[in-house]
């Protein structure tokens, strides 16, 4: 076997593994925008990216209901717009603004937090650049 055939055997290996590392966020309506409101569950502060748990009650009564909210960047973008893992915690009463998912299950892409107890408002918002 030559060496090109063997690189293209490895190309044709590793690029499945490649492509399935990160996904798409074509999953969520980039069009719509839901507002939910309950208590966070957890945070997971991990890559590739931060998920934020919150337990909502549903507007028709019942018990609450899981939303995941994923974060559109990394924990790493997330430190530099001035979060940290320790923003939102178990049982903090939130509002969140999100980008739903489009087959309609729950959860979506966070765009907003807001503490309600404090009323302080943690956003995403583009990664701030390094000063010359």
Same mark, same amino acid.
């Given at each position: 076997?030559?060496?090109? $055939?063997?690189?293209?055997?490895?190309?044709?290996?590793?690029?499945?593994?490649?492509?399935?590392?990160?996904?798409?966020?074509?999953?969520?309506?980039?069009?719509?925008?839901?507002?939910?409101?309950?208590?966070?569950?957890?945070?997971?502060?991990?890559?590739?990216?931060?998920?934020?748990?919150?337990?909502?009650?549903?507007?028709?009564?019942?018990?609450? %209901?899981?939303?995941?909210? %994923?974060?559109?960047?990394?924990?790493?973008?997330? $430190?530099?717009?001035?979060?940290?893992?320790?923003?939102?915690?178990?049982?903090?009463?939130?509002?969140?603004?999100?980008?739903?998912?489009?087959?309609?299950?729950?959860?979506?892409?966070?765009?907003?937090?807001?503490?309600?107890?404090?009323?302080?408002?943690?956003?995403?918002?583009?990664?701030?650049?390094?000063?010359?």
């Amino acid at each position: 076997m030559n060496r090109r $055939t063997l690189l293209a055997m490895m190309a044709a290996v590793a690029a499945p593994s490649v492509a399935v590392a990160h996904h798409s966020f074509a999953m969520y309506d980039q069009t719509k925008v839901v507002t939910l409101t309950g208590a966070v569950k957890s945070f997971q502060w991990t890559n590739p990216h931060a998920v934020l748990w919150v337990l909502v009650a549903p507007k028709d009564g019942g018990p609450a %209901e899981l939303w995941p909210a %994923e974060f559109p960047t990394s924990p790493g973008n997330l $430190t530099r717009m001035g979060w940290s893992k320790s923003s939102v915690n178990p049982g903090d009463k939130v509002t969140i603004e999100i980008n739903p998912l489009r087959d309609g299950r729950h959860g979506g892409s966070l765009k907003k937090v807001t503490l309600l107890d404090s009323g302080k408002v943690l956003t995403i918002g583009p990664i701030p650049q390094a000063k010359p």
